[in-house]
């Protein structure tokens, strides 16, 4: 649809804009003014400029924290995308199952995040837990609260378990908007399955791809409440995610102008990989 | 035929996936802490509703859950009436800098929770706002905001601008086009932003802990209060867990209808 130029649209703008910024920008020139800061207490805070960068850039926990960040991102993502594809195409799409099905997939989502640690902390512990204890059963040693690997597994489990239904979801509201007579069309042609799938129904989806490739990777990146009560970011600190790392260092350790610097650097990568990424989208769809 | 077979086997399997761990919550939620800590049973040899009786006669446990509808409610009003006439204006004019506006306002659900939760206890705080539901509900609208923008952005474009046209030219104003006539044409579209909202409010528990102490306390903080001296009453807990659900099946079920349509986001 073409847009008409008109400035006064910023009046219909300006609410949201207000409310957004009340929670926005006092918080983030908060941490800005923390992360220049070494504070002691409440009244004795030196300025120290851009010593906190510098010496987050160079610390080998924090850089640690986001190497396995950025592989847990990753590894989400390609399991989470091509698995939700694949139960977008399985949901039945029509009729009472469809309902049915829909309402199941959706549950994990609007579990509140401690719960789900919950659920993963009780069935996956090897004493009392269905999954731990069946694991153990069939001879595989399995515990998440002493094996950095098995804690590792657990918490790409439990947010494969709690995320892909919105990529299905998402998937599955994209499949059904393709008309029937591309499917037809696709028939005469004799086209196998796998040609419909590549040529039809995936470019139909890039859009919904778009947004849940970006959801998932902005809430994975900053994912902090599951581990937390699943592992406690243990064994060792295998399972000690960015958010969590800062938290220790903020709260824990109330070194908040080095945490509030490092904040502001992981705020900007992820900054600069949704940006990249909405660009290079972008860019193909002009290409087009 | 053999294809629908695999369909159903594959969709049967992930069904399981999803529904097995919930199961395992609930199987654990009629059990007494003694059972569950015992042996492993896959159904309760003593089955009880006393974790649910707990729940339900003591105000400090239900008020929990009706702190956090009030504030998702409050949030979803709230978001609603903000986000329509903008996304409405983002939907039909093009105006200076609405680019950046909108990626700047998808930004704020980047930022790292961790160590922004100190400036925003001070920022609520300073204004009076801490421990009341409406203090969450506006600390929520910083990711459900942007959100519902992007949503209701997709489902007004769908809507052609003629509509608008030959309303202004029948004499309408402004705000009653908007009430009486667009909005009807977008209903599904508000539902789902609701659903969303709901989604997110409902599950966040970061920014809601730290915002309130006693008086708008929300259910996933209260839970955390069953680990005690005596460890874990997984029992309890497991009760709590449960019965978070429970609203959140309840609203989808409301919207079955248009969750198909409505998870595009309006855009496909």
Known sequence: MKKIPNNKAWFLVLPVFLLVAFSAIVPIMTVVNYSVQDIFDQNTAYFVGAEWYREMLRSPRLLDSLLRQFSYSFSVLLIEIPLGIAVALMMPAKGRMASVSLILVAIPLLIPWNVVGTIWQTFSRADIGLFGWSLNAIGIDYNYASNAGDAWFTVLLMDVWHWTSLIALLCYSGLRAIPEAFYQAARIDRASSWAIFRFIQLPRLKSVLVIGVLLRFMDSFM???????????GPGNSTTFLSQALTKMAIGQFDIGPAAAFSLIYYLIVLLVCYLFFTIINLQDKAK | MQMNKRKTLGMTAYLLFILVPIYWLLNMSFKRNDEILGALTLWPNDFTFDNYITIFSDPSWYMGYVNSMIYVSMNMAITLVVALPAAYAFSRYKFVGDKHLFFWLLTNRMAPPAVFLLPFFQLYSSVGLFDTHIAV???????????????????????????DETAFIDGYSFPRFFIRIFLPMIRSGIGVTAFFCFMFSWVELLLAKTLTSVEAKPIAAIMTRTVGAAGIDWGLLSAAGILTIVPGILVIWFVRNHVAKGFALGRV
């Open chain 1, 223 to 233: 994912i902090y409440t599951e581990p937390f009560v699943l592992t406690g970011g």
């Open chain 2, 137 to 163: 509900a506006l600390a929520h609208c910083l990711f459900t905001v942007p959100l519902a923008v992007w949503i209701l952005e997709g489902f007004i474009s769908g809507v052609p601008r003629e509509v």
